[in-house]
Each structure stands twice: as structure tokens, then as C-alpha cells.
T-cell receptor, first 114, second 114 residues
């Protein structure tokens, strides 16, 4: 069975500082990994995904994520956070050779202060 | 966000009412999904439709009844709901059902059952 963990309920960062949102996963095969962001009263927006290839994936709004197979992690990063990045971030995983569902983490609230 | 639309955005209904949620995707996708998002819980996948055929039903109570008349429209018919069914209901679509396809979400319907 696949699972995903976001160990931090909330991450606080000052504007202009680097932002990291952590995600670890567990699958029996090879993973497809996704990051989504949710702003208040809105649906989830797709940020980026890892399927195969380069471990560093670049996505929307200046976000990137690094796939680390040995640590089973897929942390989301942004070099310089903006106040507008304050939102709820979800990591999700799906096994490659599976019709199984996309498993979402519980979410991490990011608060960027001016 | 205009790729997937949902109506109504807010709905208050009594336990004996019957109502329907509507979702429409303008992306030419072939798979559509219903999710339930409750406070402090991971997203729960309810139903998956692929090419208008229901392919997943994740142990959802029969008081929730989905309908997919064509690849662009998805409905969730509600009847005799319980207060614990109050949540944000999200519709999503993807190009296909395969594991590597990201999902695009609508803004959701905030449902309150009184």
C-alpha cells in the first residue's frame, strides 16, 4: 500500500528566506510524486510532478522539488519565499504500475511573514 | 482555475433534502474525480470516472450517487445526508486515468448539512 507523510503541520518563514516543505513517501514499486497548493476557499492547484529522470523538478511560481530515492523523500523548495506563497501545500504519491488512487498527505500550512 | 468549474460554491441543506453538485471541465480530459475534504483529514477520493464509466467507488455511502453523462460533466447527487457529511467537495479531472497524469481541481462546493 502506498502512503505519504508531511511531518510538519505548519511552516513559518520570513519573506525572502528559503522555504522547504517536507514530504516522505512509501510505495512498493516506483513512485509518481506530486505537489499541489491550496489557497483559502479555492481548489488544489498543481505545482509540479516527478515521474522519472532528473531528480530536481522545476514547477510553477518558482517552486522546485528534489526526489531522493534513498531517503524516500520529495521535499518542496523555493529559494526566496513571498507573502503570497502562504497557503496549504499537499504532497501526493501514486505507484507507477498501478491504477490505484492518488494518495494525498495531510497538508502543510505555510505562513510567510513580511 | 476556470478549466474546472463547480456549482454551487456553497450549499446548505437539511438532512431530508435532495440536492446535486455539478462539475464541468473545459480541458478535454477523459477522467473525472470526486473528492471530499474535511478539516484536519487528508483528501478522500470518492469516485473515479474514466471515459464516462465509473471505475472506482471507495466505499462511499449510497446517500452519495455520482453521474457522468459525458466526459465534460460530472454530478454528485445527495440525499438524506448526515451532519458529518459537511465538508468541501472537490471535483477534478485529468487527461487520462494513468498514474502519471496530474489532476486539475475545481474550486469546490462547501456543503453544510443541518
Amino acid at each position: 500500500a502506498q502512503s505519504v507523510a508531511q511531518p510538519e503541520d505548519q511552516v513559518n518563514v520570513a519573506e525572502g528566506n528559503p522555504l522547504t516543505v517536507k514530504c516522505t513517501y512509501s510505495v512498493s514499486g516506483n513512485p509518481y510524486l506530486f505537489w499541489y497548493v491550496q489557497y483559502p476557499n479555492r481548489g488544489l492547484q498543481f505545482l509540479l510532478k516527478y515521474i522519472t529522470g532528473d531528480n530536481l523538478v522545476k514547477g510553477s511560481y518558482g517552486f522546485e522539488a528534489e526526489f531522493n530515492k534513498s531517503q524516500t523523500s520529495f521535499h518542496l523548495k523555493k529559494p526566496s519565499a513571498l507573502v503570497s506563497d502562504s497557503a496549504l501545500y499537499f504532497c501526493a504519491v501514486r505507484e507507477t504500475d498501478s491504477w490505484g488512487k492518488l494518495q494525498f498527505g495531510a497538508g502543510t500550512q505555510v505562513v510567510v511573514t513580511p | 482555475e476556470t478549466g474546472v468549474t463547480q456549482t454551487p460554491r456553497h450549499l446548505v441543506m437539511g438532512m431530508t433534502n435532495k440536492k446535486s453538485l455539478k462539475c464541468e471541465q473545459h480541458l478535454g480530459h477523459n477522467a473525472m474525480y470526486w473528492y471530499k475534504q474535511s478539516a484536519k483529514k487528508p483528501l478522500e477520493l470518492m469516485f473515479v470516472y474514466s471515459l464516462e464509466e465509473r471505475v472506482e467507488n471507495n466505499s462511499v455511502p449510497s446517500r452519495f450517487s455520482p453521474e457522468c453523462p459525458n466526459s465534460s460533466h460530472l454530478f454528485l447527487h445527495l440525499h438524506t445526508l448526515q451532519p458529518e457529511d459537511s465538508a468541501l467537495y472537490l471535483c477534478a479531472s485529468s487527461q487520462a486515468r494513468g498514474p502519471g497524469y496530474e489532476q486539475y481541481f475545481g474550486p469546490g462546493t462547501r456543503l453544510t448539512v443541518t
